[in-house]
C-alpha cells in the first residue's frame, strides 16, 4: 500500500482565499483524523471521522474550518476564508478499527497564509 | 483532565550510548500507550504500542518502552544510540473506553552526537 497520502505538499495563499486540503486513507482503514501541527501549540487533533461520518470535531478552531468525507477513500479539509494564523503543517491519519491500533500519517501539506 | 507529559524538551546523547526519553500520563482506566518518531519534513512514524501484559515492550529500529503502572510512565529506551535516532519523538496515549481520541505529547527531540 502507498500509505496516506495527502495533497498538496505545500500551499501559499493569501489571507482571505479559500484553501482545500486533500486526503487518502490507507484502504480498509475506516478511522480518518485531521490534525494541525505548529511550534507553538504542537499537534493538534481537529477532527476524526468514523466509517464516513464525522464523530468528533471539537478541536476544528472555527467556522472558517471544515471538512468532510464522501466516501472511505478520500476526505477533506477546508479553510475559508484563511488566514495567516492559519499557518501549520496540516496531516491527515489513518487507523483500523476500535481496537488499540496505530495510527499511519500521512506527509503532511505546509500551508502558509500571507 | 486527560493529559500526557513528556518532562524534556530535548535530550542530548552520545552515539552508542543508551537513551531515554520519557513520559507520563494522566488517564483513566487502563489506556494504550505509543511512541511515534517524526523525521524532520515527513509525518509521525509508529514506534511501538503497550496494550497489555509484559511492561517491556519492543519495537522498531531497536527500540523499547516501559510501562510502569504505578507511576503512569512509559518511558522509550534505545541500548546503544545512533545518529540516525535524531528526530522528534511523541508519546501517545488512548483511553480504551468512551471514545477514540489520542492524546499525544509535546514531543522530545533527541539529538545523538557523533
Known amino acids: 500500500d502507498a500509505g496516506v497520502i495527502q495533497s498538496p505538499r505545500h500551499e501559499v495563499t493569501e489571507m482571505g482565499q479559500e484553501v482545500t486540503l486533500r486526503c487518502k486513507p490507507i484502504s480498509g482503514h475506516d478511522y480518518l483524523f485531521w490534525y494541525r501541527q505548529t511550534m507553538m501549540r504542537g499537534l493538534e487533533l481537529l477532527i476524526y471521522?468514523?466509517?464516513?461520518?464525522?464523530?468528533?470535531d471539537s478541536g476544528m478552531p472555527e467556522d472558517r474550518f471544515s471538512a468532510k468525507m464522501p466516501n472511505a477513500s478520500f476526505s477533506t479539509l477546508k479553510i475559508q476564508p484563511s488566514e495567516p494564523r492559519d499557518s501549520a503543517v496540516y496531516f491527515c491519519a489513518s487507523s483500523l478499527g476500535q481496537g488499540p491500533y496505530e495510527q499511519y500519517f500521512g506527509p503532511g501539506t505546509r500551508l502558509t497564509v500571507t | 483532565a486527560q493529559s500526557v507529559a513528556q518532562p524534556e524538551d530535548q535530550v542530548n546523547v552520545a552515539e552508542g550510548n543508551p537513551l531515554t526519553v520519557k513520559c507520563t500520563y494522566s488517564?483513566?482506566?487502563?489506556?494504550?500507550l505509543f511512541w511515534y518518531v517524526q523525521y524532520p519534513n515527513r509525518g509521525l512514524q509508529f514506534l511501538l504500542k503497550?496494550?497489555?501484559?509484559?511492561?517491556l515492550v519492543k519495537g522498531s529500529y531497536g527500540f523499547e518502552a516501559e510501562f510502569n503502572k504505578s507511576q503512569t510512565s512509559f518511558h522509550l529506551k534505545k541500548p546503544s544510540a545512533l545518529v540516525s535516532d535524531s528526530a522528534l519523538y511523541f508519546c501517545a496515549v488512548r483511553p480504551n473506553t468512551g471514545g477514540f481520541k489520542t492524546i499525544f505529547g509535546a514531543g522530545t527531540r533527541l539529538f545523538v552526537k557523533a
Open positions: 503497550y496494550i497489555t501484559g509484559d511492561n
Open positions: 471521522f468514523n466509517n464516513n461520518v464525522p464523530i468528533d
Open positions: 488517564v483513566s482506566g487502563n489506556p494504550y
